[in-house]
């Protein structure tokens, strides 16, 4: 069993910056891969970025050259760093971490960029 709690969420104007964190506690060294996806109203959660343990890395297009993510695997946080925001980055930020077999979710914390 994994828990995970997201931190660091709020409202920036377009062109801010922001940082997601997240910390798993439970199982955290059987986790393979962590990351995040977010879900804008009205529309399906979407990948942002994850990373695996050998740090290798996902990242949406749209995010690219602007989010970076990070992992600390011996604490169990994954951080993600959110520059040159926009009022489309507006979704509800979800951390995640995949085991072999089970996946975790966290909340969710709120990010909204206005224009």
């Known amino acids: 069993q994994v828990q995970l709690v997201e931190s660091g969420g709020g409202l920036v104007q377009s062109g801010g910056s922001l940082r997601l964190s997240c910390a798993a506690s439970?199982?955290?060294?059987?986790?393979?891969?962590m990351g995040w996806y977010r879900q804008a109203p009205g529309k399906e959660r979407e990948l942002v970025a994850d990373?695996?343990?050998?740090?290798?890395?996902n990242y949406a297009g749209s995010v690219k050259g602007r989010f970076t993510i990070f992992r600390d695997i011996a604490k169990g946080t994954v951080s993600l760093q959110m520059n040159s925001l926009k009022p489309a980055d507006t979704a509800v930020y979800y951390c995640?971490?995949?085991?072999?077999?089970?996946?975790?979710w966290g909340q969710g914390t709120q990010v909204t960029v206005s224009s």
């Open positions: 995640y971490a995949r085991q072999s077999v089970n996946g975790y």
């Open positions: 990373i695996g343990i050998g740090g290798s890395t």
């Open positions: 439970g199982s955290i060294f059987s986790i393979a891969r």
